[in-house]
């Protein structure tokens, strides 16, 4: 079945580090490709997200490119701050009835000043 | 009110009490979720509606009922738990059919606790 694979946490930065978190993914129809937020105490956001090979989302500084010759959709951002921590979570969505949309475990990201 | 709200923000129950969630989207999607969040575990799907008519239900306990009244609001009644059910539990809503990309929005949870 289709299934998200992100890198294990907690990853812990310093301020204005560089942040990649990994993602693969295994689907198997055409998916669509997020990534979503979770600040502490709150549901998740939608950070970014891809609908085709090589698009790449971008938001609030995060990027993520749409590799189909991978199958990864890897979250980058150049210089992280404090209110950055949070869990982040990798998604797919593939158009199925049913179970359409999966989420890969999250990754714990923690940026110390 | 925007987006997807939930009530209650916690919750704490015996494991003979009824109690019920709420969600409601102002989204005007026409589709809504009930997912289980533990922790140290992956987002769990536990319910999907699509046009008020339930299209996924992922061997969830019967402990467990949902009901989608509308396509605005979704409810998850809760009977007879079990201490494992403590998690938070979110609700969110899409629009389109299931057999199109959509995205996903989501309401801050319930935090629910059994004792």
Known sequence: ?113 | ETGVTQTPRHLVMGMTNKKSLKCEQHLGHNAMYWYKQSAKKPLELMFVYSLEERVENNSVPSRFSPECPNSSHLFLHLHTLQPEDSALYLCASSQGDLTSYNEQFFGPGTRLTVL
């Open chain 1, 1 to 113: 079945g289709d299934s998200v694979t992100q890198m294990e946490g907690p990853v812990t930065l310093s301020e204005e580090a560089f942040l990649t978190i990994n993602c693969t993914y295994t689907a198997t129809g055409y998916p669509s490709l997020f990534w979503y937020v979770q600040y502490p105490g709150e549901g998740l956001q939608l950070l970014l997200k891809a609908t085709k090979a090589d698009d790449k989302g971008s938001n609030k500084g995060f990027e993520a490119t749409y590799r189909k010759e991978t199958t990864s959709f890897h979250l980058e951002k150049g210089s992280v701050q404090v209110s950055d921590s949070a869990v982040y979570f990798c998604a797919l969505s593939v158009p199925l009835w049913g179970q359409n949309f999966v989420f890969g475990p999250g990754t714990r990201l923690s940026v110390l000043p």
